[in-house]
């Protein structure tokens, strides 16, 4: 098994970290801007709280701000793309891949164009702002689209690989982060390799599968509940194209697979391992996340708790899954 | 660049009747695409392919061509028709528009043909890209090696995406972008100014922060001198709105916006019969070819 070099002591929440996504992606590309000429930065109007701003200090000449301008920001980046260079555009989920979802489908998806889309506020770890800023479809829109790859990095470190990760990949990438501080228990020794599925603990009853932070919850119930049920944690930080053989070796193992995210279950990464193992590996299946609605405003503790998000609500998901396919 | 000689304007004038022709005859063998958009666009296009682009046919992707963006991708038929004859690719691919496995789609497919520059269909998105291509050349200190040109029409001036560009090319200088737009008052479901008005159309790009010229979009020598002096506009991009006619050298097609997604054949019967259409849009054709041979010999 792979040594994934997790943070000491990070099944202990009181001494684990806890850092935003959207930090970690931000430095991460600003690291990629010392090493890599060709990469330009684009932000609408929040270069601060997406962190495009990391960037955007140190290299100001290869910042292009496009104001409230998702669309545009969308084309630019496209034509830019095109002269060569390599476009990270950074805004909140929601105004990064919803609002101008045919633009991006037609100047970048179709001609395969290599630009990177790294959101923040995605999820209900968004919090307070509410609906219309928790972005819960976004793996749904992003990875019907052809030539995408589609990263959920688990955590802050994971984010600063990632966005560095993607710089090699070809065609378009999206990346999503978190605004919220989220545990970080992976380190920076931990490997990062995009397309590839991470099974961070081994088990033969279940197999359970996360990307973002619930893979960290995911850990720790796998900790408490290893005297009655041994449970394989999958960390499937990249969504698309799906590391089918982990999934399907894992299934085999252990003949039941439960997915958790914070995102609708319409569509996301659960929908992604399901149309993979219902036609290759069929194996009862749990899909937990957002339930097809709409949340509303509220601390992301909250959130997390009344739908059922937080480690409690996700280990009830996994127990009442575990007793009914038995 | 010296004024063209009479000889060459004549010359232009003949290419592009030559270019209408095939582009009818790659509709009619097609059976379905555009032709008003595109046969008011062929003199511009002409001067574009055979006097104004910074263009090699034999090296596509020459690092210093002029970019020629096409933002209204429904046209694209018309730039097909210019790239053949200027020797991109054999005149006879042009019968294979809009066929199975074949380089000239419906809409431009940047994949397929990479001389096209971009993929476009959607309306309204080809200025921001224009833009992108325009910054890029700016942060590779090549802003003075070449040109970036895109070509709108007028109805995407509806799409909010275009006038986000707008203020976009206008906050980054960006003088080394022309934007044409295509005045032809036409669009699918009628005329521009019924359907949702863009008047004043001038004097909204000058609000914007542009520099805005117009031109006869049938005038070869009109077309040359507008297009070589926006060039030398500095720190501002520059508009300039074409005003053409759509359809124009086939009678019964110009001005009539029935005709805006149609090829000769399938159009409205209220003038020429479907049958009839064909034949008759190439005999105008001729007749246009020749009177313009007879103006200059």
């Not at chain 1, 052809?146 to 990760?165: G, H, L, S």
């Not at chain 1, 405003?297 to 708790?305: M, Q």
């Not at chain 2, 295509?182 to 001038?202: A, F, H, K, S, V």
């Amino acid at each position: 098994m792979t040594n994934y070099n997790l943070a000491k002591n990070y099944l202990d929440e009181e001494k684990t970290e806890w850092k935003p996504m959207r930090d970690g992606a931000g430095i991460g590309i600003a690291e990629l801007g010392g090493e890599k000429e060709n990469v330009v930065v684009l932000a609408a109007d929040t270069a601060g709280s997406s962190r495009a701003k990391y960037f955007a200090e140190k290299f100001p000449a290869r910042f292009i701000q496009c104001g409230v301008q998702e669309q545009n920001m969308v084309g630019v980046s496209a034509g830019l793309a095109y002269q060569g260079k390599v476009p990270y555009a950074i805004t909140y989920a929601a105004f990064l891949v919803g609002r101008p979802w045919e633009p991006i489908r037609t100047t970048i998806a179709y001609p395969q164009n290599h630009v990177i889309f790294v959101s923040s506020h995605a999820g209900l770890a968004t919090g307070p702002d509410g609906p219309t800023h928790q972005m819960t479809e976004d793996i749904s829109i992003m990875r019907c689209l052809p030539n995408f790859t589609v990263i959920a990095p688990c955590d802050y470190e994971q984010a600063r690989k990632a966005v560095k990760a993607a710089y090699d990949l070809k065609g378009p990438v999206y990346i999503r982060n978190a605004r919220e501080k989220t545990p970080v228990f992976t380190t920076e020794d931990s490997p990062y390799e995009a397309g590839k599925a991470q099974v961070l603990r081994e088990g033969k009853d279940i197999t359970a599968i996360g990307h973002g932070y619930m893979v960290y919850w995911l850990l720790k119930i796998a900790e408490e509940l290893k005297d009655r049920i041994s449970i394989e944690v999958i960390n499937l930080h990249t969504i698309k194209p799906l590391d089918e053989q982990a999934i399907i070796e894992s299934a085999k193992k252990t003949g039941r697979v439960f997915t958790c995210e914070d995102h609708n279950v319409v569509g996301g990464m659960g929908s992604a391992v399901a149309e993979l193992l219902s036609q290759k590996y069929p194996v009862p299946m749990k899909l937990h996340g957002v339930y097809d609605i709409f949340a509303e405003s509220g601390s992301v503790k909250d959130l997390w708790k009344k739908y059922k998000l937080d480690e409690e609500g996700t280990k009830e998901a996994l127990l009442e899954f575990l007793n009914k396919s038995k | 660049m010296p004024t063209p000689s009479d000889s060459k304007i004549k010359e232009l004038e003949k290419k592009a009747n030559n270019i209408r022709e095939d582009l009818v005859k790659m509709l009619i063998e097609s059976g379905s695409g555009h032709s008003a958009g595109p046969l008011g666009q062929a003199d511009i296009f002409t001067v574009f392919y055979f006097h104004v682009l910074k263009h090699d046919p034999q090296n596509p992707m020459w690092p210093e061509r002029d970019r020629l963006i096409l933002d209204v991708g429904h046209c694209v038929p018309i730039r097909y028709v210019a790239m053949a004859h200027a020797g991109y690719f054999p005149k006879k691919e042009l019968m294979t528009l809009r066929k199975i496995g074949s380089r000239i789609e419906g809409h431009p497919n940047y994949l397929r043909m990479p001389a096209l520059e971009t993929t476009s269909g959607p309306l309204g998105e080809g200025l921001s890209q224009a833009c992108g291509f325009a910054m890029a050349a700016r942060m590779d200190g090549t802003d003075l090696d070449y040109h970036i040109w895109c070509i709108g029409s007028d109805g995407e001036q509806q799409e909010g995406m275009t006038w986000e560009a707008a203020m976009f090319a206008a906050k980054y200088r960006l003088s080394n972008l022309t934007y044409i737009i295509d005045r032809n008052n036409i669009q699918i479901d009628g005329y521009t100014e019924d359907i949702m008005p863009l008047e004043p159309l001038r004097e909204k790009y000058e609000a914007f922060g542009w520099h805005v010229m117009e031109m006869n979009g049938h005038d070869m020598r009109e077309i040359i001198s507008t297009l070589e002096e926006s060039k030398s506009i500095q720190e501002k991009p520059v508009l300039i709105i074409a005003n053409t006619t759509p359809g124009k050298g086939i009678e019964f097609i110009e001005n009539r916006f029935g005709w805006h997604g149609v090829p000769p054949g399938a159009g409205p019967e209220d003038v020429v019969p479907k049958e009839e259409q064909a034949k008759r849009a190439l005999e105008e054709l001729r007749t246009l070819r020749g009177r313009i041979e007879a103006e200059h010999d």
